[in-house]
C-alpha cells in the first residue's frame, strides 16, 4: 500500500507539473523571464554601486543617508515594482566575465517609468539621467572617465537611435563581432523620449518613425548588441523574446487616479472624435486606429529624429540577421513621425518624440510652449499639473551658463538647442480655450 501511494502521488505531483505548463501562458513567461533574468554579462561592480555617490555633483562629504533612496533620487530612477532586491528598476545582479557576480542594466531602465509615486513596467522613464548613471557606475567600477559618446543630452530622454548605431557598427551581418567599428554615421543629438509599451498592442510598426514592424521580436533585442554576447546567444534567446513580446502587449496603461469631470469629458470626447481622431484614433469598446504616419513637412516637429538614423545604416541593419529570414523584418525608408494611441496619455509626459512639451495643453496650443524650463524629475502628485495635465515646471529666462555642471545642465530643456525643437503639431491651435479644455479633460479618460 506504501509503494501505491508513492507511486500516485509521484503520479498527482507529474500531473500538477502538466497542468501548470499548459496553464503558462506566453504572456506569463514573458513576464517572468523579462523580470528574473539578467540577458548582458555585469558591466558594473557592487562596490560601484555603493561608491558611485564619490562622482556627485556636487560630491557629498560621506554617503547619504538611505543610500538606495538617494541613489534613485540623483539618477532619476524608480523603486521597483517587482522582486529586486535593493536595486531600483533597471539594475539587476549578473554574472561577470572579468569578475564574479556584479550588476548590469536591463530594459526597465528606461522603460520602467513612475507616476504619483508608483511604479510601473513599461511606462518610460521620463526622470532618467542615463548619462550621469552610466559615466558614475564606470567611474567607481572600472575608472574609465569617459563614454563613447554621449548618452542623453537632456535629464528623461535618451540617445537610443545612437545606442543601436554604436552596437550595430561592431558587427557583421551574421552579429559576429567586428574588431573595427564601421563608421554608420552615429548622431547624439536626437532626443529621444521613451514610448509606453502598452501601446505597441495597436500599432503596425514601432519607433517614433515607424520604421520597424510592431511583429518584429528580433527588433526589441538590440539592446544585448554588447561584445559579451555572442551571435549564438541572439538565435539561442529569439523564443525567449518571443514571449517578452507577448507580455508587453498585454500590458494595459493605468487609469487617471485623480476626479474627472465628466461631463466636460464628454464634450472633449465629441470635439476630439472630429478634430483629432483621424491621426491618433478613437477609443472605447469598439476603438479604431489609423496607424497614420504623418509626413514631416505636415507635421513640422523636430526633425533630427528623423534624419538621425542613417541610410547607411539601414543598410547594414537590413543586411543583418535582425531582418533576414524567418523572423527578420526590414527597417523601412520614415516618411515622417507615427502618430501614436493616446492611451494612458495623462501619464506620459512630457509630449513629442523627443520631450519638448511638458503638457497636453502645451501639445494644443504651440503659443503657450515654454522655449527654457526645468522641472523637478520627481513623480509625485505634487509634481504633476491635474489642470494642463503634465508636469510642472519651472521656466528661466536664459540658457545655463558655463559655470553650471553638466549634471545640472541636463536637468534644463533648452528647446533652441539641436534635437529638442517644440515646434510642429499646431492642430490644435485653432481651438478655443474652452475646446482645448474639454479635449484635455477628455484625454484623462483614456
Known sequence: MKQVGLILGVMSLFVTQIAGQTSDTPAERGKQALLTRAYNAATWTF????????????????????????????????????????????????????FGKGLTSDCMLCHG???????????GNASLD?????????????????????????????EAGGFATFL????????????????????DDLCEDVPAWWLLKKKKTMYHT?????????????????PTNSAATFAKEEATFADIRQYIVSLEAPKYPLPIDRGLADKGRTIFNKTCSQCHGTYGDNWTYPNKHVP????????????????????????????????????????????????????????FHNGAVPTIHDVLNSKSRPKIYTRSFTTGETDYDAVKVGWKVHILDKR????????ERRKIYDTTQPGRGNQGHTFGDDLSDEQRRAVVEYLKTL
Do not use: C
Request: proline letters at 6%; a positive charge.
Open 47 to 98: 562596490a560601484g554601486y555603493e561608491n558611485a555617490w564619490k562622482h556627485w555633483q556636487p560630491a557629498p562629504a560621506k554617503q547619504p543617508a538611505d543610500y538606495d533612496k538617494a541613489f534613485r533620487d540623483y539618477y532619476g530612477l524608480h523603486a521597483a515594482s517587482y522582486e529586486s532586491g535593493r536595486y531600483p528598476m533597471g539594475l539587476r545582479e549578473a554574472q561577470g566575465l572579468l
Open 113 to 123: 517609468g513612475s507616476i504619483f509615486g508608483k511604479s510601473y513596467v513599461g511606462l
Open 130 to 158: 542615463i548619462h550621469a548613471l552610466f559615466l558614475d557606475l564606470n567611474r567607481a567600477s572600472t575608472k574609465v572617465g569617459k563614454l563613447p559618446f554621449t548618452f542623453s543630452r537632456v535629464r528623461g530622454t535618451s
Open 168 to 187: 550595430l557598427s561592431y558587427r557583421e551581418p551574421d552579429l559576429s563581432l567586428r574588431l573595427a567599428p564601421l563608421d554608420l554615421d552615429l548622431r
Open 210 to 226: 515607424g520604421t520597424v514592424d510592431a511583429r518584429s521580436v528580433r527588433s526589441i533585442m538590440q539592446f544585448m548588441l554588447v
Open 296 to 351: 514631416i513637412d505636415d507635421v513640422g516637429t523636430d526633425r533630427n529624429r528623423f534624419i538621425g538614423l542613417s541610410r547607411r545604416l539601414a543598410e547594414h541593419y537590413n543586411k543583418s540577421w535582425f531582418s533576414q529570414g524567418e523572423g527578420g523584418y526590414k527597417s523601412m525608408e520614415p516618411v515622417g513621425y507615427q502618430a501614436p494611441p493616446l492611451d494612458g496619455v495623462w501619464a506620459t509626459a512630457p509630449y
Open 400 to 407: 545655463p551658463d558655463a559655470a553650471v555642471s553638466d549634471y
